[in-house]
């Protein structure tokens, strides 16, 4: 059962180490009034707590080098920031998002990394100095898979040692899944998460084959 841990005021969530702000914490209403994030990056998604939960059973080197594809909010990056000390870059092509991340990132007392960028040109001086790759919610359309199968390729060129994303199901994450399983060794898990709320799906753990 997870420890129970007050918060100090309202509209703020307790899960897995960190607090997260919701949608009528009202530093989230006055950043809405000037940011407005147009590709999802609207909230922490559920796949964020599930990444999280996963991470805690199956975690990672402290102080490593990750990164956060897709971040949105941060949540996952705070995560990794706060638990594992991870030196974390998050990278989102929406630059409006970055503003939610540096408000969790304080309350959180971390720090994150912003690069804004997509799938298809990350440089390869930015993925040298990542052990691990993470992402939550990140492969929603058809025209992502390859893009990001691609990415993972690359990330291994460049010495990544592990890529772990979380999706609900959708069946182009599993499209992914089936491309990554033809070069690399992958584990493919079921997964929940408890905190704040119950969430379902799949996380799959990706290491390069040799």
Known sequence: MPRL????????????????LDQRHRLIRALKKRYKPS?????????????????THYGL???????????????VSVFCAHRFRSRVTGVDLDPAVFPYVDVLAELNEVTVRHLQAD????????????????GSDIC?????????????ARSFEAGVER?????????????????????????LQAWYSIEPN????????????S
Not at 61 to 75: I, P, V, Y
Not at 198 to 209: C, H, K, L, S, W
């Open 5 to 20: 841990e007050p918060v100090p005021e309202a509209h703020i969530d307790f899960a897995y180490g960190i607090y997260f």
């Open 39 to 55: 590709i999802h990056g609207h909230k922490t998604w559920g796949s964020s707590f599930l990444l999280m939960d996963y991470l």
């Open 61 to 75: 080197r402290r102080g490593a080098g990750l990164m956060e594809l897709g971040c949105g909010w941060g949540g």
């Open 119 to 134: 799938f298809t040109n990350l440089p390869r001086s930015e993925l040298v100095d990542q052990c691990y790759l993470v």
């Open 140 to 152: 929603f359309w058809d025209s992502l898979v390859k893009p990001l199968g691609q990415l993972v």
């Open 163 to 187: 890529v772990v994303i979380a999706d609900p199901g959708r069946p182009t994450f599993y499209e992914f899944c089936d491309l990554m399983a033809e070069d690399h060794k992958v584990d």
């Open 198 to 209: 119950r969430f379902e799906g799949e996380v799959i753990d990706i290491r390069p084959r």
